[in-house]
């Protein structure tokens, strides 16, 4: 079936997974229709009074259904993801209405996790990107992600391995994994977003996102957010630990149906810790907070469920940070060994574009600092959108509405791509066929 086919017959559904039978990407499977769901946003934060649950009480809580499990491992069922052995799940193809003013955004992949490539497909290609949903483009349709629409204009492919949920070590064994098999690129990006500090260091995903997905219409097919291989800082050397995947098979997803498995192996888990901790919940072992606190060097204060809910946030937030630290200086490495260039693009939320722009204090200020003082090319996201935000008279709220429906609308994958277009010219040598002089075939008369 060619692709304008696909999308005529697939339009009146609201979500399709896996529907798409092409050369190279996944096998036909039932369609279904799914409501409407607004986007794939963040959830909030909860409040401390939303859920002083204890910790036994939370897992528990937390602890998958027998059906959740067997809904996304039957590869019939029209799922966004599929499971993956190291990385816990990728994306599938589909069609979902979260797209802009209410349209179906048409995602597609490859068997290797490329969302199809569009522009110079047929052509040689140096450049990968690497990242989350921000980079994979969610709620945009193949040829609207940022690297469609870079790749359009340098007049080159740019191939996306782009997997949304991804933090930046899940994203980083991505690459690895790869760029193992397929080296032919030189030139390496990897995409990180606001979020994806502390994803790097969850071991299990959905114990903080799990109850936003499980509140949406039809929660079985987005389900997501699987154990995964994850890092952690050992708090007396500050060295990185990174841990494999306890769910080497498919199998091995049901243990965390079984609540006293979960227990077991999450009741001292300290991101857990963290984020009850966050939540104001009873029980939390205080004395590991307090030893965080020392091994970051970092005040905190634990006198009571207020003054802990926000210490453990921003613990939370440092420790995931450096941890981003030492990913990336092993990338940085990695690449240099293997005689490959590397840039570090940095994308932001809504909520951090509208702190920015009403003049507050970002949150990830030193790892900027960090990823200067190492000398890796670097393109600030944040600082485009508050120099863009200065050229109209517009409140931050409104402005963010320019570019984003949870993620970016096509309007913001096209904003990123140009605000990242100069360092990427700058970057690429050979400058690319639209940068190159003397590419001309008909000289301008003009």
Known sequence: MFRRDFVKSSMPMWFVAGAVKAAGQNDATKPAAIPPVEGYSRPAVPTVAESPLSVRDFLEKMTYTREEVSVFLDSQQPNMS????????????????????????????????????????DQPC?????????????????????AEYLASHLGEPVRNFGNGAYGVYQAYRLLLRTE?????????????????????????????????YRRMPEHLHYFHSTPWAHVRLDLNSGQLLEFESPCATPESLYNFC????VYDHFKNDLVV??????????????????????????????????????????????????????????????????????????????????????????????????LHQLGIPTVDG????????RAFNLSPQDYVKRYFIGHYKPQGTHFF???????????????????????????SHA
């Open 82 to 121: 599929k499971f993956d052995p190291d990385l816990g799940f990728r994306a599938r193809d589909r069609i979902i209405c979260d797209g802009v003013d209410g349209s179906r955004s048409i995602a597609t992949f490859a068997k290797d996790g490329e969302r199809t490539t569009i522009n110079y497909a």
């Open 126 to 146: 140096r450049l990968h990107v690497y990242g989350d949903s921000f980079t994979e483009g969610v709620q945009v349709s193949d040829g609207e992600t940022w």
């Open 180 to 212: 193992a098999a397929r080296p032919e690129a030189k030139y390496l990006i990897l995409n990180v977003f606001d979020d994806d500090h502390v994803r790097s260091v969850d071991a299990w995903k959905w114990l903080r996102y799990g109850e936003a």
């Open 258 to 261: 079984d609540k006293d498995y």
């Open 273 to 370: 810790q963290l984020f009850l901790a966050e939540r104001g919940g009873g029980g939390v072992d205080l004395h590991a907070l307090r030893a965080l606190a020392t091994a970051l060097k970092m005040p905190a204060d634990f006198s009571s469920p207020a003054t802990t809910a926000q210490s453990a946030r921003t613990l939370h937030i440092e420790y995931g940070l450096q941890a981003s630290r030492l990913i990336i200086e092993k990338a940085w490495s990695w690449a240099r060994a293997e005689n490959k260039q590397f840039m570090v693009l940095l994308c932001y939320g809504a909520g951090n574009v509208v702190r920015a722009c009403q003049g507050l204090t970002r949150f990830d200020q030193r790892f900027v600092e960090f």
């Open 382 to 389: 944040l600082s485009k959108h508050l120099e863009d935000f």
């Open 417 to 443: 791509a140009f605000a990242i277009k100069d360092a990427v010219v700058d970057w690429l040598e050979p400058k690319p066929t639209a940068y190159r002089p003397g590419a001309e075939t008909i000289r």
